[in-house]
């Protein structure tokens, strides 16, 4: 059970088969039918989530009724809103799954036993936040100054696996350009690669 949060915990953070056995008791597990919120705009986000199987995405929605993904978080991902998880503020975001997913619940007891436990673990967990604000500052970077087809290739980059498990409207809000622009980009792609 759980073999990729095992396997991405022994990986990563230097835990040891019986460190990990002592601490899996302070994890919650649940399966998340497709279309389900593991989080929805005005709560307040007390758990990060561990993709086990599925996926999930990280998103708002503006004043007229437009989704904005800010994340895919498909196996072996963490997805969480970090604002309001460090500052018990509630969340401006949603997340919800694209496929039934089952997800890991890792709340601030487990991360308080983990760092106690595992010395390595403090580490690992800062480099995974500061990890996460490179992401965002490039993707800031990538929608106020990259062309459609540079966001789109970095997109496959990022998420070499997701193009055939995500509708193409998802993958054109994750762009910031509209469904239209994304069909045109993947037929030049498609022109580039494989016609005269």
Sequence with gaps: MLQNFKN???????????EYSSLFDLVEVKTILKGEFLLQKGEHCKHSFFIENGLARFYSIDKDGKEHIIQFAPENWFVVDRASVFFNEPSEYYIDT???????????????AASETVSF?????????????????????????????????????L?????????????????????????????????????R
């Design 8 to 18: 991405y915990l022994l990986t990563h953070t230097q835990i040891t088969e019986s």
């Design 98 to 112: 694209i496929e039934d997913t089952t997800a890991v619940f890792l709340d601030e007891n487990f991360f308080c």
């Design 121 to 157: 673990f403090s580490k690992y967990n800062e480099f995974l936040l500061q990890n996460h604000i490179k992401h965002l500052q490039n993707r800031i970077n990538l929608l106020l100054s990259a062309q459609a087809e540079e966001r789109y290739l970095k997109f496959i980059k």
């Design 159 to 195: 998420y070499p696996d997701l193009t055939l498990r995500i509708p193409q409207w998802m993958i054109a809000s994750y762009l910031g350009i509209t469904p239209e622009s994304l069909s045109r980009v993947r037929k030049e792609l498609a022109r580039k690669n494989f016609g």
